[in-house]
């Protein structure tokens, strides 16, 4: 249903719908708090998504917004929560006042940013869990505007939820569902339904392995941040507790460790950027799965080696549908590599304030530590505005081989045939990882089917991203030295080949896009179809 349509029934039934005097239960919110975005937005400043709009005193849907991103940031009202680290009637008189002009502009005009369903999501649960705050102080009117309003999101969610957006997007639309449902007054009935509905998208979107339908690592982080505040309400309100939220919840969290490497931080791959550590850190103190996390994870298609303190997690899979391939990238055995407390080799991850140039840049396959051929991805991206920027053609089979060997080493290769179509040959990546976590063997190779033949003259560029905080130095022409701030050193080393150092763009940073380093090895198939490398820790 368009959103035209949805704001079309609105009007018909909004006057029979009766407004609840007062809410019941304001659900926690488990992410950080900034006492500094406080301050600002005392002085009349909202600083979102790396940008600060000075309001001076208007309201700030008057105004020009410095980007999309910081748009939907601030309809979004999760900001409401630095408000907490004030709490005084001033604070809170500055935060209402804001949710009051974007009720008079934005109330009832079911059109642009304001209204995707993605943000009226987030904004029912963000006014809902922070309700104390918005209300602290008010008078009825104000009140009755506010509540009135949350009705009128309720409503609005229901009739969009089933043709929201595949994935995050539409699992957040049934949470905040679900939320509303026992955060205001409902009858049982309608709990219980709201509760089912979150029950069937828990069994569409939580693989058997734990990991997301979208593929992202991050995903299952952002779910948790609204899901376990959820479940907490239920079980404090006594209300019987969706069947699989539980279960789904204690799923996913070897699936979230599974990505998360020594520096805290989770792996960047499919649209996943950097990660606060308290917040991961305040989910991740409600993980009651015990045990290592898992080798590999068969349905959301990842492999891991792990050794002593050494990480490597590889990328072995495809996106699971068209839809769901709007937010994948192109990075199929893309691999990253963590030692001790640093990232050593990495992706180069999504920016997380950066315009959709970035974003789409950030998708190729050259944006992944991985092998490109004649700079091409190994998938392709539509650019059709109808219908958005799906993949369109490239990777469709992954086949996957895990052997252990008899002295400890742990072996993934996987091939892909991405470039098959357009250059007639396949991409095949070996990962070795020895029993001491202290030699991680690599080999690239491209070859032609049987009955086939390549086509033209290809050459490859085997990448390998840097994490900006380790220092790249040349060593030999056929190798180079990674050095962490502690002096942990890894040698990158292949032999025969002429390894190059070269500028590269890091987009995941928390504070924007920045600077970064890259080891770089060309070769021609025709003369070289497969290459080896290593990187190997020296010691102190």
Not at 26 to 39: E, G, Q
Not at 414 to 443: C, K, M, P, Q, W
Request: net charge positive.
């Amino acid at each position: 249903m368009s959103r035209r349509a949805a704001l079309a029934r609105l009007r018909l039934t909004r006057h029979t719908v009766r407004v609840p005097e007062r809410l019941i239960v304001a659900p926690t919110d488990l992410r950080s708090i900034d006492p500094y975005v406080a301050a600002e937005l005392l002085n009349g400043r909202i600083p979102l998504a790396g940008r600060v709009l000075e309001t001076n005193g208007k309201s700030p849907f008057s105004l020009e917004l410095p980007s999309q991103m910081f748009a939907i940031r601030l309809h979004a009202f999760h900001w409401l929560r630095h408000i907490r680290a004030e709490k005084t009637d001033q604070a809170c008189a500055v935060a209402r006042a804001i949710v009051n002009d974007w009720i008079a502009v934005h109330g009832r005009r079911i059109q642009g940013i304001a209204w995707h369903a993605d943000t009226a999501a987030q904004r029912l649960i963000a006014w809902l869990s922070h309700s104390p705050v918005v209300l602290q102080g008010t008078d009825s009117g104000f009140y009755r505007r506010f509540m009135r309003s949350l009705i009128f999101h309720v409503r609005y969610l229901r009739r969009v939820a089933a043709t929201a957006p595949d994935g995050e997007v539409r699992f957040r639309v049934r949470i905040a569902l679900a939320m509303a449902s026992v955060a205001m007054p409902a009858r049982n009935g309608t709990i219980k339904r709201t509760g089912q509905a979150l029950d069937n998208e828990i069994d569409r979107q939580i693989l058997a392995d734990g990991g997301h339908i979208s593929r992202n690592p991050r995903a299952a982080l952002e779910l948790l941040l609204d899901l376990l505040p959820l479940r907490q309400t239920y079980v404090n309100l006594g209300h019987d507790v969706p069947a699989r939220l539980i279960a789904g919840i204690d799923r996913m969290y070897p699936a979230l460790r599974f990505f998360r490497h020594h520096d805290g931080d989770l792996a960047l791959f499919n649209g996943a950027t950097s990660t606060l550590a308290n917040e991961l850190m305040s989910v991740l103190r409600y993980d009651e799965s015990a045990g290592q996390p898992f080798k590999a994870l068969p349905h959301t298609k990842y492999q891991r080696l792990a050794a002593a303190q050494t990480l490597v997690i590889m990328d072995t899979g495809i996106p699971f549908s068209t839809d769901l391939s709007r937010t994948a990238h192109a990075g199929c055995l893309s691999f990253e590599m963590s030692s001790g407390k640093h990232r050593f080799i990495i992706n180069s991850g999504s920016p997380k304030f950066a315009g959709d140039r970035y974003v789409q840049m950030a998708r190729a396959t050259a944006a992944h530590s991985t092998v490109t051929l004649n700079d091409t991805s190994s998938s392709s991206f539509s650019r059709s505005g109808f219908l958005g920027p799906v993949m369109m053609s490239g990777v469709r089979n992954v086949p996957v081989e895990r052997v252990e060997t008899e002295d400890g080493r742990d072996c993934v290769k996987a091939s892909h045939d991405g470039y098959l179509a357009a250059f007639g040959v396949y991409h095949e990546r070996e990962l070795t990882l020895n029993a001491s976590g202290s030699i991680l063997t690599g080999r690239d190779r491209f070859f032609v089917p049987e009955g086939k033949s390549m086509k033209g003259e290809n050459r490859a560029s085997a990448r390998f991203h840097v994490h900006p905080t380790i220092s790249l130095v040349q060593n030999e022409t056929d190798s180079a030295m990674l050095v962490a701030p502690d002096g942990e050193t890894w040698l990158f080393s292949a032999p025969g080949c002429e390894v190059l150092i070269g500028e590269d763009i890091f987009f995941a940073d928390a504070s924007g896009v920045r600077a970064s380093d890259q080891i770089e090895v060309t070769f021609s198939l025709s003369d070289k179809p497969e290459i080896r490398w290593f990187l190997s820790r020296r010691q102190a």
